[in-house]
């Protein structure tokens, strides 16, 4: 993607925000002006225990030129009254494998690109400059930081310790000294500073969230040298934390980094080959490799306790800038990150890094970003891994890794469930109706758990649609594994429930007047969340079925969008179609209509589900077309929102339902990529 110098003014040039990542949790984003405009922006966000405690290292760097005694800037940056020029000289952005500045002044041209080392907290700026008929001084300033990245360091009286030579610096910011800054160049000078801070530097997409927006962090010095006339050269700038990077790893990092995403592209197997590619087939395969390159944004290693092999582990950020990772979305997230792209090592690495989280029969439901602490919140992160096993299979066949690692953890948490499951005050237990209940009043443990304060926006406790779905999945996946391993006890154990439980969610659930099915037992809401009775592996309401056909009519008039599905039908009296505004007025509309891409992936296995089974020829025919009518759709919708929306060459975690579908919350979802991805994959 490409942007020229008239996209790249201070009103286009704040809404667009690019994202890249080290593997370990770690990142660097800001916009494509180069300003800063969220707290989470920065060059050098570093995970202190991988990927979570992550803190802001660098904040950015603010370059300068100076052209017969002229200064000119390259950086952009916002203060409520002042806004700097540096985006004034900026004659272009780029992004595929990483961000590319090209500026252009007096004759001189600088190409700044910046990526990150992989597995290490560590940045890397390179900046090739040609310069004109003048000489030039250069100037770097690096404005650093040390705070958790949801905070702010206002009224912060940094001590700032450093350990220079000429071309590098070695910080200790407030005494932490397990964890110090290097910072290095290939050539110049640096001159340390002191007490030297840059001042109120303004977050106007924190001001927009309700939260505090500006903070004043220090400038640690500068790097300066001259470049003469005629001549071009390139500086590489590189910040880490913990380990210093030898200046020639930095210098080859753009080359290793290239052919690393490369070799994931190339041996995902999606990218049409072929000398005679038409304009629609390039334009396709450009559209699915920046979705390859965004997707490994989320992979990242997952240290364990010291006593086991950190690199056993892997995990999915389920969203930047502000998750870590969620069993929930990983979960769903694994088939298009993971299995559709043939990583399938990664993808068992990823299984196995969950299933050790399990405590009482849950699989975690997400890792504090602040101390690691696993949280179990969740009634369905469990009951997921069960079709996350059963799409492993569909790609893999491994039934000996299943059986070795999965299958005796899909047992213990059956039995778990079984039994009742307390663990923070999840409430979960098999009612007498074969039915599972979870939650309470005051713990909201389903993907809809929007809460201000103790008040809870979308009550769902009781008896869940999607989690009876995913309960009725899990006994069958467990039946049949357990067929397929000979283990009698539990074939004997199960055999007889599937056929009562599939007939008594038929009862509960289906709403003969409306044709759908119920929300909640005792709640007729229309949500999306019926459609996990059809998309499932194992679904629970026949896909051949009237009732079938009914839910999915529904949805289509009731829920299905152009970015993907709503979260409660329009007409609802708490039907909202924004997500905007402070954060209660965010969190009150989070699940109440604004549309999620996800929930895409529901659809699509839904119709897939039904033309697989349906035996009549026309109705097949019809169904299969429906299908590819909703692929070419959601192509054609994600091809130019990749491109055109907030998160350059990525998806948002959701949309406003109404013109101009305004996209929010997160810029880059997990699992907004992973379903898109999955389904646009099939677009001819």
């Keep these: 993607m490409k942007l020229g110098k008239l996209k790249l003014d201070i009103k286009e040039g704040i809404k667009k925000e690019w994202i890249i990542s080290n593997g370990i949790g770690g990142f660097a984003s800001s916009t494509v002006i180069g300003a800063n405009i969220r707290k989470y922006h920065g060059l050098l966000v570093a995970a202190l225990n991988p990927p979570t405690e992550r803190y802001l290292i660098l904040s950015k760097l603010d370059e300068n030129i100076n052209i017969k005694g002229k200064n000119y800037p390259l950086f952009t940056n916002f203060c409520k009254t002042y806004i700097s020029g540096g985006y004034k000289n900026l004659t272009s952005f780029e992004k595929e494998y990483y961000p590319i500045y090209t500026f252009d002044i007096d004759g001189c041209t600088i190409v700044k690109s910046i990526s990150m080392i992989y597995q290490k907290n560590a940045t890397v700026v390179s900046y090739q400059i040609t310069t004109g008929a003048n000489p030039i001084k250069f100037n770097i300033s690096p404005i650093i930081n040390y705070r958790n990245m949801h905070n702010l360091s206002n009224n912060w009286n940094f001590e700032i310790k450093q350990k220079t030579s000429q071309t590098s610096t070695k910080i200790v910011v407030d005494g932490h000294r397990n964890h110090p800054i290097y910072l290095k160049i290939s050539e110049g000078q640096y001159t340390p500073f002191e007490n030297d801070l840059f001042k109120n530097m303004y977050y106007i997409r924190e001001e927009e969230r309700g939260?505090?927006?500006e903070e004043s962090m220090p400038c640690s010095g500068m790097f300066e040298l001259n470049i003469e006339a005629n001549t071009t050269k390139t500086i590489v700038f590189v910040a880490s934390v913990d380990e210093e990077i030898d200046i020639n790893e930095a210098s080859e990092?753009?080359?290793?980094?290239k052919e690393r995403l490369d070799e994931i592209i190339s041996n995902s197997n999606l990218i049409l080959e072929g000398k005679k590619l038409n304009r629609f087939q390039r334009e396709k395969n450009q559209v699915i490799k920046d979705l390859i390159i965004t997707s490994d944004t989320f992979i990242t290693q997952r240290n364990k306790k010291a006593s086991c092999d950190s690199t056993q582990y892997k995990s999915i950020i389920a969203g930047?800038?502000?998750f870590a990772d969620w069993g929930r979305d990983t979960l769903i997230s694994l088939e298009g990150l993971c299995l559709v792209q043939n990583r399938i090592e990664d993808s068992k690495k990823i299984l196995l890094n969950w299933i050790s989280t399990i405590e009482s029969g849950l699989v975690a439901n997400y890792f504090d970003d602040v101390d690691n602490t696993p949280h179990y919140n969740s009634v369905d992160a469990s009951l997921l891994l069960f079709e996350a096993t059963n799409r492993y299979l569909n790609y893999t066949k491994d039934y000996d890794f299943v059986k070795k690692e999965i299958y005796p953890k899909l047992v213990d948490i059956y039995n778990n469930y079984k039994k009742g499951i307390s663990l923070e005050r999840n409430n979960i237990f098999v009612d007498k109706d074969g039915l599972l209940y979870s939650g309470t009043p005051e713990t909201q443990n389903t993907w809809m758990d929007a809460k201000v304060n103790d008040f809870v926006v979308t009550p769902r406790n009781g008896k869940a649609v999607e989690i009876n779905s995913l309960w009725y999945n899990a006994i069958k996946t467990l039946l049949e594994l357990a067929k397929y391993y000979k283990d009698a006890k539990i074939v004997s154990k199960l055999k007889l429930i599937p056929t009562k439980l599939k007939k008594q969610f038929v009862k509960s659930?289906?709403?003969?007047?409306?044709?759908y099915l119920n929300d909640l037992v005792g709640n007729s809401k229309i949500r999306p969340n019926q459609l996990f009775a059809l998309s499932l592996t194992y679904p629970v309401i026949d896909?051949?079925?009237?009732?079938?056909?009914?839910?999915?009519?529904?949805?289509d008039k009731k829920l299905l969008m152009?970015?993907?599905?709503?979260?409660l039908a329009r007409g609802d009296e708490d039907f909202t179609a924004e997500y905007e505004g402070g954060l209660l007025q965010r969190d009150m509309a989070y699940h109440q209509g604004p549309t999620w891409p996800w929930l895409s992936g529901l659809y699509y296995d839904a119709l897939n589900n039904m033309a697989k089974v349906e035996k009549s020829k026309s109705k097949k025919k019809k169904l299969e077309e429906k299908l590819k009518r909703f692929v070419d759709d959601t192509y054609l919708t994600y091809k130019k929102e990749i491109y055109d929306s907030e998160g350059v060459c990525t998806i948002s975690e959701l949309y406003n339902s109404k013109l101009p579908y305004k996209a929010?919350?997160?810029?880059?979802?997990?699992?907004?990529?992973?379903?898109?991805?999955?389904?646009?994959k099939e677009h001819n």
């Design 211 to 213: 939260y505090a927006a």
């Design 253 to 257: 990092n753009f080359d290793k980094e």
């Design 320 to 322: 930047y800038p502000w």
């Design 509 to 515: 659930f289906y709403n003969e007047k409306g044709k």
């Design 543 to 555: 896909p051949a079925s009237d009732i079938a056909n009914e839910i999915i009519d529904t949805v």
């Design 562 to 567: 152009s970015h993907g599905l709503k979260t």
């Design 664 to 680: 929010g919350g997160t810029i880059s979802q997990a699992w907004s990529v992973a379903e898109v991805l999955r389904i646009i």
